[in-house]
């Protein structure tokens, strides 16, 4: 099987090529025989790719010990589930997976688009070509993941041979989600191949900038929500599993997977003033280019070593081929743009300053400069020790001061920005749509100030989450009263056709309500407690409003690990409420540690209690609880941002409605509040 | 005797069991609110990258020494400027959570504001420069002069997107 997988690599690399040099050659010809076959090496690529990854899993479930990359990161008592994550668990192997779910992607196009855009697609194959070439070069002669394993026999000469056990996976990516949160991850990075491949092959193509727009927004959008998923559990997994009470530590690692997030996010905004004005034509290519470079840049950090992270699980000195591809990519880009700028010309003018324009304008400018403030800072210890020869060390602290306000404006932005109007918004509405909210922020801020929520950045925070809040639900109010006046339906079935009749706008307040909640569990991280003390069975100790008891230590040996764990007796006011097993863990065949934190999570604050080990000085365990308020609105948060985004995908229903009753309903005017202008057609958020 | 056999083999069972955990590395080290004050200052040196007292990196042995050092400075009477000091000795200026602000680390201070008036001021000069602009319709062209793409041109390009793009 590891032949087979490894013939398989090796022609999807032929297969890419091909699709690389005849997509030229046949953008060049025209010849439609050439551009058909260009398609279906492509597809052919695909499927390669995707036989070499099946092959590399089977050799994990069948325990193949003579393949290297098996032995380094499997051995025969990991459970299957973990099976399927020892995929990606190294260098070799994530690079695969690299190829595989981009290669998901390129087969998607390629199906979506077989019949269509016969012009454009050309281009965009080859470029999708051109990138797939990259991760099969690197998967064929520089990482390949189905080296043989070998070692000098007694003539020195090397052979082949086979251990009887493997070295095992790390076990801090023995958890449930890490067999999830590098999947999504990675199908956010590779997904923003393919607006990259649109937008790059547009310009080439000399497309005047507003179709290729209309085509990729499902593809960014599932991109961004993938990326998005992959952050929160990421953040989760970090929160859950590290064991230091916290879920984001501006990690390199963690910054590289934020840095095309944000780009993305403004890419997102930003294509509506294209959409809907013609404007930003030349900086919408440009925020693809970044976004997709960025992504680049995050497999680089990763891979590389070039920083040192928690995160890292797979390192080697491949960062010279990044470095290369992305120069390659970026003077690409760059001839391409300076030969056909003329064709992105915008045309429009700007009506008022305050404006929607100006909004996104400014919602842009945030994410862009948070997004180059945390690039300085994480590449800063790289910069500092080539101009200085000392290395400076950039954490949280740094992050922390920097990026707190940008966040805190990139707030206030979100609750602004949709309430106004296009081309220009006039004094009465401006008072109209902000008068309400504003006023419940104000009111709210003055009860968390009397509540004790005092620190400055916590309460500012939690101030603009009511108003943002308020905003949003008051444009969900208006719309289903509307609804509600013709049909007379309750409000929440009146609040779901709304949403239905356009799904980009009001799919995109839910994000912002998911934004709103991730950001009052931000709020929550200024009031974090913690205890540490060592502990005799028996003993208490008290946290907040919890008092934990000691019940005992035991020994729980499992198949692949043996943990040493210990019962905590959980009691509220007094009151017995509940057990918690904080654990230790020893994997065998590595000899390596992990921990598993237990919580008790409410939408109010986190009980978060870690076995911190022994005190080598009173041989007594120790426990680390920590009481994290607010934290379970992060995650409902997140998943708010998940279920918004697949909301906003969703086609229309009343547009589809209208046009399979056209004749019938021709005749019947429609409210103001609901003409066809503002809420039926697609593309009007 | 035959009873206690299993017994017995249970306990060494239990006893070969419990010797792994047993043998584990652990670093239980409880701080004080001040050591913690300070500890937040400093990142951990084991490579993990983050700030010392957050590091719980199973098995650091590195925080773990850090912290033993900065509680024993601390109940010997050290100030924060000499536990710096001793750090710094240490393991040099890549110790520090964040950048110093002297000399070449100013640059890392420096730069995001530097990016925000950059940005801001650019945002200013771009609405400035559409709200100059004549208004005219898309598709009349109202590309400049000195482009060497016509309105018709354009326009063709245009056309073509729309018939390639057609869903």
């Known amino acids: 099987m590891d032949v087979f997988g490894s013939f398989a690599l090796l022609l999807a690399f032929i297969c890419a090529l091909y699709a690389f040099v005849g997509g030229i050659a046949a953008i060049v010809t025209r010849h439609p025989l050439l551009v058909k076959s260009t ?26 010990f003579s393949i290297a990359y098996v032995v380094s990161h499997s051995n025969r008592d990991l459970p299957t589930f973990y099976k399927i994550a020892a995929l990606w668990s190294g260098m070799e192997g994530s690079l695969l997976f690299w190829s595989f779910l981009l290669a998901v992607y390129v087969f998607s196009v390629l199906i979506a688009y077989r019949n ?57 990516l023995q958890y449930p989600e890490m067999v999830i949160h590098p999947p999504n991850l990675y199908s956010g990075y590779t997904g923003f191949t393919i607006p990259f491949a649109f937008a790059l092959g547009a310009l080439l193509a000399k497309y005047p900038g507003e179709k290729w727009i209309h085509l990729t927004r499902k593809w960014t959008m599932i991109a961004w929500m993938f990326q998005s998923l992959g952050i929160l559990l990421g953040a989760h997994w970090a929160y859950a599993v590290l064991g230091w009470g ?54 680089f950090l990763t891979r590389s070593g070039v920083v040192s992270s928690v995160h890292a699980f797979a390192q080697s000195n491949i960062g010279t081929w990044f470095v290369g591809f992305i120069g390659i990519v970026l003077l690409v880009c760059l001839g391409a743009y300076l030969k056909n700028r003329d064709y992105l010309k915008s045309e429009t003018q700007l009506d008022s300053v305050i404006s929607r324009e100006s909004s996104f304008l400014f919602n842009n400018l945030i994410l862009l400069v948070s997004c180059v403030a945390v690039l300085t800072g994480t590449l800063f210890p790289v910069f500092s020790e080539w101009f200085t020869g000392d290395r400076i060390s950039v954490g949280a602290p740094f992050f922390n001061k920097v990026n707190i306000p940008t966040g805190l404006l990139l707030l206030f932005l979100t609750g602004v920005g949709p309430l106004l109007a296009w081309r220009k918004t006039s004094t009465e509405s401006l008072k109209r749509n902000f008068g309400l909210p504003l006023a419940i922020g104000i009111v709210a801020g003055a009860i968390f100030f009397a509540l004790g929520y005092r620190e400055f950045y916590s309460l500012i925070c939690l101030i603009l989450c009511v108003f943002v809040a308020a905003t949003i639900l008051l444009e969900f109010y208006r719309g289903a009263k509307v609804i509600r006046a013709r049909s007379g339906a309750s409000f929440a079935a009146c609040a779901i056709d709304l949403t239905m009749r356009n799904t980009r706008r009001y799919g995109g307040y839910i994000v912002h309500m998911g934004m709103v909640f991730v950001f009052i569990g931000l709020a929550g991280a200024a009031f974090n407690r913690d205890v540490q003390k060592d502990m005799r069975v028996g003993q208490t100790m008290q946290i907040g409003q919890y008092t934990l008891v000691l019940q005992g230590v035991d020994t729980k ?57 022994e005190n080598p000085e009173t041989n007594l365990p120790s426990i680390h609880a920590f009481l994290n308020p607010l934290v379970k609105w992060i995650w409902f948060g997140g998943v708010m941002v998940v279920f918004g985004t697949i909301v906003a995908l969703l086609p229309n229903r009343r547009a589809v409605f209208v046009l399979a009753a056209a004749p019938q309903r021709a005749a019947q005017p429609l409210p103001h509040a609901l003409s066809p202008s503002v809420t039926l057609r697609e593309g009007h958020d | 005797m035959t009873r206690r056999r299993p017994i017995f083999a249970m306990a060494l069972l239990l006893l070969l069991a419990t010797l792994p955990v047993l043998t584990m590395p652990t670093s239980a080290l409880q701080l004080s609110d001040r050591a913690k004050q300070i500890g937040h200052k400093f990142m951990c040196m084991c490579g993990c990258n983050q700030v010392l007292t957050e590091c719980n990196h199973v098995g650091c042995s590195t925080s773990a020494d850090m912290l033993k050092e900065l509680n024993q400075s601390l109940a010997n009477g050290g100030t924060e400027e000499s536990i710096t000091q001793g750090f710094l000795q240490e393991f040099g200026t890549k110790v520090y959570a964040e950048p110093p602000k002297s000399g070449f680390s ?34 009349a062209g109202g590309v400049s002069a000195a482009s060497h793409v016509s309105p018709e041109m354009l326009e063709r390009a245009r056309a073509q997107a729309a018939k390639d793009t057609e869903d």
């Open chain 2, 106 to 139: 100013l640059v890392a201070w420096t730069l995001p504001t530097v990016y925000l008036v950059i940005g801001t001021l650019l945002v200013i000069f771009v609405i400035s420069r559409w709200r100059k602009r004549p208004a005219t319709k898309p598709a």
């Open chain 1, 246 to 299: 916290g879920y984001w530590g501006w990690d390199p690692v963690e910054n590289a997977s934020l840095l095309p997030w944000l780009t993305g996010t403004a890419f997102l905004h930003s294509v509506m003033m294209q959409e809907k004005r013609g404007m930003m034509k030349v900086w919408n290519v440009w925020l693809v280019f970044c976004t997709f470079l960025l992504c680049v840049l995050g497999t």
């Open chain 1, 116 to 172: 269509r855009n016969g012009e454009l697609m050309p281009y965009v194959g080859m470029v999708m070509a051109g990138v797939q070439l990259f991760f099969l070069t690197l998967s064929n002669f520089v990482e390949s993941p189905f080296k043989a394993l070998a070692s000098p026999g007694a003539n020195g000469v090397m052979q082949f041979v086979a251990r009887s056990d493997g070295n095992g996976l790390n076990p801090l």
């Open chain 1, 557 to 613: 040996p499992e198949k692949n690990y043996t943990a040493q764990r210990m019962l905590v007796e959980v009691l509220r006011d007094n009151k017995p409420m509940m057990m918690l097993f904080p654990e230790k863990r020893r994997f065998v065949t590595n000899q390596e540690n992990g921990t598993m934190v237990a919580i008790y999570s409410t939408l109010k604050e986190d009980l978060y209690v870690v076995f911190a080990g």
């Open chain 1, 39 to 64: 398609r279906q090496a492509g597809m052919a690529t695909c499927a390669l790719i995707f036989i070499a990854t099946f092959s590399l899993e089977y050799l994990f479930f069948t325990d193949n």
